[in-house]
T-cell receptor, first 114, second 111 residues
Framework: EAQVTQNPRYLITVTGKKLTVTCSQN?????MSWYRQDPGLGLRQIYYSMNVEVTDKGDVPEGYKVSRKEKRNFPLILESPSPNQTSLYFCASKPIALASDTQYFGPGTRLTVL | QQQVKQSPQSLIVQKGGISIINCAYE??????FPWYQQFPGKGPALLIA?????SEKKEGRFTISFNKSAKQFSLHIMDSQPGDSATYFC??????????FGQGTELSVKP
């Protein structure tokens, strides 16, 4: 089954404790992206990657890191989480061809930073 | 700066009624306008999309109306059903392929 998977689905942590949220897709998509969803703000892009070893900042990159060492994986790293990073996070992927712009989203990771 | 503004934030419609969600954008370089549907506990999924050279696109009970001169587009859900209850996001694609999302509309269809 074609899908984007994220782990963990739920995470409660404390301020300053480094964490990683994993994202994996099995559709051989070049483009991958991380979003955060907050009430009243919609989905805001954190980072994106056009292909392996190519990453770039989205609209709200502060406090986050990403890496793209393999085509299928795009982990999101919070080196020192803070309470304002409490949010619902989504990973998404799509093929790079502009004619097809359907983004496929993962199920989400709900993060709480105390 | 919110480049895509969506309204209303929440919407309650009776079963069988028409649900209408509106979006406005600023950047005339946007070239693709999708709508995503999100059920509780799930990620958003593409519902329907339109390109700016078309004024209307219909897929089943879902219709996008697009007004290029006004820089506005809207989603109409005809004969709304309780199963349509979800959060809906409009979006616009900028040059380079980045999607910019609206704030979302939480739709509740009452039986």
């Amino acid at each position: 089954e074609a899908q984007v998977t994220q782990n963990p689905r739920y995470l409660i942590t404390v301020t300053g404790k480094k964490l990683t949220v994993t994202c994996s897709q099995n559709m051989n998509h070049e483009y991958m992206s991380w979003y955060r969803q907050d009430p009243g703000l919609g989905l805001r892009q954190i980072y994106y990657s056009m292909n392996v070893e190519v990453t770039d900042k989205g609209d709200v990159p502060e406090g986050y890191k990403v890496s793209r060492k393999e085509k299928r994986n795009f982990p999101l790293i919070l080196e020192s989480p803070s309470p304002n990073q409490t949010s619902l996070y989504f990973c998404a992927s799509k093929p790079i061809a502009l004619a097809s712009d359907t983004q496929y989203f993962g199920p989400g990771t709900r993060l709480t930073v105390l | 700066q919110q480049q895509v503004k969506q309204s209303p934030q929440s919407l309650i419609v009776q079963k069988g009624g028409i649900s209408i969600i509106n979006c406005a954008y600023e950047n005339t370089a946007f070239d693709y306008f999708p709508w995503y549907q999100q059920f509780p506990g799930k990620g958003p999924a593409l519902l329907i999309a339109i390109r700016p050279d078309v004024s209307e696109k219909k897929e089943g009970r879902f219709t996008i109306s697009f007004n290029k001169s006004a820089k506005q587009f809207s989603l109409h859900i005809m004969d709304s059903q309780p199963g349509d209850s979800a959060t809906y996001f409009c979006a616009a694609r900028s040059q380079g392929g980045k999607l910019i999302f609206g704030q979302g509309t939480e739709l509740s269809v009452k039986p």
